[in-house]
């Protein structure tokens, strides 16, 4: 039983009974969403997610877009889902939503300050065992131009969706077995990273930063964003591989494991690597999974 599975078990007691989605959700319409961008934001999610085994600050003065920004732009709605879609969802359902899967592909270069227009669809709604899976993808638009396109995949766990099977879109495949491990590099996770990430990022959610209610998850105390996790492993590779270039990144994709309970250790292992890709993955200091079938395609 990996780590992931392992969180589902402890969640279970918490979330009886099982409640249920219709599916009219699955033709239901987003409102767009505006967003503005500018060099001190940009600033302070890259700071948001910086650290070193020393623990010493290396913070910027200067922007640079991490790829992993655009899901500081798609939280803004995922985390505020009723006031975007059309269909209104319980918040028991919403308090159930686990983030399992991340893609980027980043189209265009944007030049900073830029005003950004977010347009999101449900790309595919399905039963699960452990509740409904849910794939939301969203499109950004600079001067009516495609900039990126995000995909996030997430189970609201519990959940029952009575509606059919849907596979006509296929979201990203992970196959990193039997690869070979090139390098490993160790990323100190400090206490205050969860909330150092939720104040500079503004990505939160309560097991986030509330101990007392990731405890009455089935949790030991609050857990680092996911999101965070990777984007804390994207920095790395690119430092290493990239010469800290984020603009020779085209795609990225990744699936969530496991989590992270901060103080702790993990580490970024490069698995595979060619002209146009790199493949990693992250464990934690018990040698799990808790980012698996990680890829960076490179233009």
């Known amino acids: 039983m990996n780590i ?40 302070n999610f890259t700071n948001a997610i910086k650290t070193d085994k020393e623990g010493k600050k290396h913070e ?4 640079i877009l991490h790829p992993l920004y655009f ?17 209104k969802l319980d918040k028991k359902i919403l308090n159930r939503m686990i983030h399992t899967s991340e893609s980027i592909i980043l189209l265009k270069k944007l030049h900073i300050p830029a005003k950004i227009l977010v347009r ?3 790309i595919n709604l399905m039963p699960h065992k ?15 131009e495609l900039i990126a396109t995000e995909i996030s995949d997430a189970l609201f766990l519990h959940v029952r969706y009575d509606g059919k099977k849907d596979n006509s879109q296929k979201t990203h495949k992970f196959k990193t077995n039997n690869l070979q491990i090139l390098w490993e590099k160790e990323i100190d996770i400090k206490p205050n990273q969860p909330y150092k990430y939720a104040e500079k ?26 999101t965070c996790t990777l984007a804390m492993a994207i920095s790395m590779i690119c430092k290493i591989e990239l010469f800290d270039d984020f603009s020779l990144i085209h795609s ?24 146009k890709s790199l493949y ?20």
Do not use: C
């Open 252 to 275: 990225l994709s990744a699936k969530f494991t496991g989590i992270v309970v901060p103080p702790n250790k993990i580490f970024v292992r490069l698995l595979k690597k060619d002209k």
């Open 60 to 63: 910027i003065d200067k922007p």
């Open 4 to 43: 992931i599975n392992k969180s589902l078990t402890a969640f279970h007691f918490y979330f009886k009974p099982w409640l249920k989605i219709k599916e009219d959700i699955a033709n239901s319409n987003f409102k767009d969403f505006d967003f503005w961008i500018d060099s001190e934001d940009i600033i």
């Open 130 to 144: 452990k509740g409904t899976k849910i794939s939301i993808q969203f499109n950004f638009f600079h001067n009516n």
């Open 120 to 122: 999101t669809k449900i």
């Open 201 to 226: 990022a503004n990505i939160d959610a309560p097991v986030h930063t509330n101990i007392k209610y990731a405890k009455s998850m089935g949790l030991p105390g609050v857990i680092l964003q996911g």
């Open 280 to 299: 990693f993955d992250v464990v934690n200091k018990k040698g799990e999974i808790i980012i698996k079938g990680g890829k960076i395609q490179l233009r």
């Open 71 to 87: 899901s500081k732009i798609s939280w803004q709605i995922i985390s505020n889902l009723n006031n975007y879609l059309d269909y």
